[in-house]
């Protein structure tokens, strides 16, 4: 019988290879070693991410709390972005801007009228400054002006005596002392500059004003003794209404806010205008246009010579035989003190009363140059001669002469077009609709 069974092959493990047993043990190690791992990082993970988290979320807020302060003073609601500033600040208190953040929460309050708080605030923002930091000189006036406002004037003395600024430097001239503050004549200057620049802008933005000649007008010492005193009344007068309160009236808030609200629109329009402002180019297309406004009517040049009282026209005439001895007669009398004599250049307009010999010149226009009159010309009770030194036909002035005039119609005429148009572009942009009925007109 055959024996059909196979025999039984075995390989035996490779030289220096694992058994089963062994490598399953190995396997078992190596993936707990690779989870002691797994959470090891995890752990470092989580903590650094748990402290990241917080630190960013913080700085969120007060990031958030910065965004809403720009854009409530965008809006011009000052004491709102104030206390957004002071919340910003609560949730970052280390931060490198904190000086300068109290300094514009300060402002803010200043502006929204809040003078106690402001001053607080500027007080908050000198703390830990260092000496050397600009913004020292401008928390020092604006910490007094708070103070001033409050009618703390003791502690607005003894704050400017703290501070350098509350003294004047070595060689500057002080030319008066109240209150703890020195008023030097650098001061005085600007002071004065500034009255000048603000009655040249009431008088409206086509006015026509030379501010040097204004300037120089006031440098004499009278002018400056005289504003000086008239600007400490004032001054002093508003110290004391401070003091009292007056400030807080609800009446005097009210004509105040007019007034800002009619400053800010005046500003306004100056702004406009200046886009507007006038070539030679322009103010010559203007004369050109309008050149029946420039003319002038016939006019006539005259030396006139007043005669004393009594005396005879014709003994003065006698000793008169040229227009050269009637300029002498006229220069020699002209020396003379009596207020009732004397003599003057000047231009007679046809058709015009003359402020001087009212409408007795007219006679004039019938005289030749060079020619003198034969009988006294009367008005209001006195007597002249007149000598004719040149005539003028009628005409359009020459643009030189008239060019300030040119200027102020053409300013004048641009303000009224520019303020009917920006009138209408803003009654569109702030959906204005007046309802109330025109007023009637007679015709």
Same mark, same amino acid.
């Given at each position: 019988?055959?024996?059909?069974?196979?025999?039984?092959?075995?390989?035996?493990?490779?030289?220096?290879?694992?058994?089963?047993?062994?490598?399953?043990?190995?396997?078992?190690?190596?993936?707990?070693?690779?989870?002691?791992?797994?959470?090891?990082?995890l752990?470092?993970?989580?903590?650094?991410?748990?402290?990241?988290s917080?630190?960013?979320?913080?700085?969120?807020?007060?990031?958030?709390?910065?965004?809403?302060?720009?854009?409530l003073?965008?809006?011009?609601?000052?004491?709102? +972005? @104030?206390? !957004?500033? *002071? $919340?910003?600040?609560?949730?970052?208190? /280390? &931060?490198d801007?904190?000086? %300068?953040?109290?300094?514009?929460?300060?402002?803010?309050?200043?502006?929204?009228?809040?003078?106690?708080? +402001? @001053?607080? !605030?500027? *007080? $908050?923002?000198?703390?830990?400054?260092? /000496? &050397?930091?600009?913004?020292? %000189?401008?928390?020092?006036?604006a910490?007094i002006?708070?103070?001033?406002?409050l009618?703390?004037?003791?502690?607005?003395?003894?704050?400017?005596?703290?501070?350098?600024?509350?003294?004047? &430097?070595?060689?500057?001239?002080?030319?008066?002392?109240?209150?703890?503050?020195?008023?030097?004549?650098?001061?005085?200057?600007?002071?004065?500059?500034?009255?000048?620049?603000?009655?040249?802008a009431?008088?409206?933005? &086509?006015?026509?004003?030379?501010?040097?000649?204004?300037?120089?007008?006031?440098?004499?010492?009278?002018?400056?003794?005289?504003?000086?005193?008239q600007?400490?009344?004032?001054?002093?007068?508003?110290?004391?209404?401070?003091?009292?309160?007056?400030?807080?009236?609800?009446?005097?808030?009210?004509?105040?806010e007019?007034?800002?609200?009619?400053?800010?629109?005046?500003?306004?329009?100056?702004?406009?205008?200046?886009?507007?402002?006038?070539?030679?180019?322009?103010?010559?297309?203007?004369?050109?246009?309008?050149?029946?406004r420039?003319a002038?009517?016939?006019?006539?040049?005259?030396t006139?010579?007043?005669?004393?009282?009594?005396?005879?026209a014709?003994?003065?005439?006698?000793?008169?035989?040229?227009?050269?001895?009637?300029?002498?007669e006229a220069a020699?009398?002209?020396?003379?003190?009596?207020?009732?004599?004397g003599?003057s250049?000047?231009?007679?307009?046809?058709?015009?009363?003359?402020?001087?010999?009212?409408?007795?010149?007219?006679v004039l226009?019938?005289l030749?140059?060079?020619?003198?009159?034969?009988?006294?010309?009367?008005?209001?009770?006195?007597?002249?001669?007149?000598?004719?030194e040149?005539?003028?036909?009628?005409?359009?002035?020459?643009?030189?002469?008239?060019?300030?005039?040119?200027?102020?119609?053409?300013m004048?005429?641009?303000?009224?077009?520019?303020?009917?148009?920006?009138?209408k572009?803003l009654?569109?942009?702030?959906?204005?609709?007046?309802?109330?009925?025109?007023a009637?007109?007679?015709?």
């Open positions: 019988m055959t024996d059909t069974t196979q025999p039984r092959l075995e390989l035996g493990p490779p030289p220096d290879s694992l058994t089963p047993r062994e490598r399953r043990r190995l396997s078992v190690g190596a993936l707990g070693g690779v989870l002691v791992v797994l959470q090891v990082t752990l470092v993970w989580l903590m650094f991410f748990s402290e990241r917080a630190e960013p979320s913080l700085s969120e807020t007060a990031r958030e709390w910065r965004e809403t302060a720009l854009q003073e965008e809006r011009r609601l000052h004491a709102g +972005a @104030a206390d !957004a500033w *002071v $919340q910003s600040l609560s949730l970052s208190p /280390e &931060s801007e904190r000086s %300068a953040i109290w300094y514009r929460v300060g402002d803010l309050r200043r502006r929204s009228e809040d003078w106690s708080a +402001a @001053a607080s !605030a500027f *007080v $908050q923002a000198e703390v830990g400054l260092k /000496e &050397s930091d600009p913004l020292r %000189a401008r928390i020092g006036p910490l002006d708070c103070l001033r406002r009618g703390l004037e003791g502690e607005v003395g003894r704050e400017l005596a703290k501070r350098a600024g509350g003294e004047p &430097s070595t060689g500057e001239v002080v030319v008066a002392r109240f209150a703890g503050e020195a008023l030097t004549e650098a001061d005085l200057d600007r002071l004065i500059e500034r009255d000048v620049d603000r009655r040249i009431a008088l409206g933005p &086509s006015a026509t004003v030379d501010r040097q000649l204004w300037l120089e007008q006031r440098r004499t010492a009278d002018s400056r003794r005289q504003f000086l005193e600007w400490l009344e004032v001054e002093l007068f508003g110290r004391r209404a401070r003091e009292l309160g007056i400030d807080r009236d609800p009446d005097y808030r009210a004509a105040l007019l007034l800002q609200s009619q400053l800010l629109a005046n500003r306004y329009l100056e702004q406009e205008l200046k886009i507007i402002e006038p070539t030679r180019i322009d103010l010559e297309a203007h004369y050109q246009a309008n050149a029946s420039w002038r009517p016939e006019r006539v040049e005259t006139v010579l007043a005669l004393r009282s009594g005396e005879s014709e003994d003065v005439l006698n000793a008169i035989d040229s227009a050269e001895a009637f300029r002498t020699r009398r002209s020396k003379d003190q009596q207020r009732e004599s003599w250049e000047m231009e007679i307009e046809r058709g015009g009363a003359h402020p001087l010999l009212g409408r007795t010149g007219e226009f019938d030749e140059v060079g020619h003198w009159t034969q009988e006294p010309l009367v008005d209001s009770g006195r007597a002249y001669l007149a000598l004719v040149a005539k003028h036909p009628a005409g359009a002035a020459p643009f030189e002469e008239v060019e300030t005039n040119v200027r102020a119609d053409y004048q005429r641009k303000v009224s077009e520019l303020t009917e148009r920006l009138q572009e009654l569109t942009r702030y959906d204005v609709r007046i309802e109330m009925p025109e009637s007109r007679d015709d």
